[in-house]
């Protein structure tokens, strides 16, 4: 009895320590994976490209990527992006909160692997996709049924796990 | 000379979130004031998912101003705030709402401070009796 409040000292220290060591992951994931995709309505983001819209996105398996100007992490996730594309994998982009001149400079800068850019100027897309960051990318089957999503850039060790995504949803 | 190249350019750097203005709604209160305050109300307990631990009520980031933008057009529209809150949790889950239901999975946290209370209360009867 007497180790007690000891006893209870070193569990609420081992409780922190962890926490602090290894912190929760916060990351809000989308209760949008088996679901169709919701249904949208995007303008052309660029000029020369078509905007997207949920018809859009059947009949091929392919990766929806949010993206944006202004988002630093984008350009780290662009070289992949094109290996991807490379690789044979379609690739339709949503430009969130951006401005047109802005996304043309971005895409002459990073490389354009996309087939449809839709503007999401009001995050409509992104909150109806139950996104909550940028990057993010979802990878749709032919049914137009969300199979996968990841949060945040697809850096080079990601490749394989994004590669396998789209080959279950093949 | 070039810190302060290197420290003005990280300082234009920082994401923004946006490169359009936000939306009139985002920041400017429905002419019904009863929709208003329940808009308000509803805002105060959506997260903001960009920023941790902030209501989209407080919060300065792009994608939270849409959020309250997407929250007052749905409640001039008619729609319940609470309708709006299901709407959210069925795509984010239900982190994003900072009021939760009590269910199984949320039955501790709510009935964790009336067992401290009670707890406190214990130990407190058990000392003040000892120095009697």
Redesign the interface.
């Known amino acids: 009895m007497l180790w007690a409040p000891l006893a209870g000292f070193v569990l609420l220290a081992v409780l922190v320590a962890v926490g602090l060591l290894r912190p929760a992951d916060?990351t809000?994931?989308?209760?949008?994976v088996g679901r169709p995709v919701p249904a949208l309505v995007l303008a052309p983001a660029v000029a020369g490209k078509p905007g997207l819209s949920t018809a859009d996105l059947k009949g091929e398996v392919r990766l929806v990527n949010l993206f944006?100007?202004?988002?630093?992490p984008c350009i780290a996730e662009a070289p992949q992006l094109l290996a991807l594309k490379q690789a044979g994998v379609r690739i339709d982009g949503i430009a969130?909160?951006?401005?047109r001149a802005?996304v043309t400079r971005f895409l002459a800068d990073h490389g354009d692997p996309f087939d449809h850019i839709g503007d999401d100027?009001?995050?409509?897309a992104?909150?109806?996709?139950?996104s909550?960051?940028v990057p993010e990318s979802f990878v749709v089957d032919a049914a137009g049924v969300i199979r996968h999503q990841h949060v945040g850039p697809i850096m080079p060790q990601d490749m394989d796990a994004i590669l396998a995504a789209i080959e279950d949803a093949r | 000379m070039r810190r302060a190249a290197i420290l003005a350019a990280l300082m234009l750097a920082t994401p923004a979130g946006a490169r359009v203005p936000p939306p009139p709604l985002a920041n400017l209160p429905l002419p019904n004031a009863a929709q208003e305050a329940d808009a308000k109300a509803l805002m105060e307990t959506i997260r903001c998912l960009v920023c941790a631990g902030q209501s989209i009520a407080d919060s300065d980031a792009a994608m939270a101003a849409d959020m309250r933008a997407m929250v007052r057009a749905r409640i001039a529209a008619g729609e319940r705030p609470e309708a709006v809150r299901a709407w959210l949790v069925d795509r984010y889950g239900r982190e994003v709402s900072y009021d939760p239901p009590l269910s199984a999975g949320t039955a501790v946290l709510w009935a964790a401070p009336v067992l401290m209370i009670l707890a406190g209360v214990l130990i407190a009867r058990a000392s003040f009796r000892k120095r009697r």
């Open positions: 916060r809000v994931l989308s209760r949008m944006a100007s202004w988002c630093a969130l909160r951006d401005a802005d100027p009001r995050s409509t992104q909150l109806a996709l139950g909550s960051g």
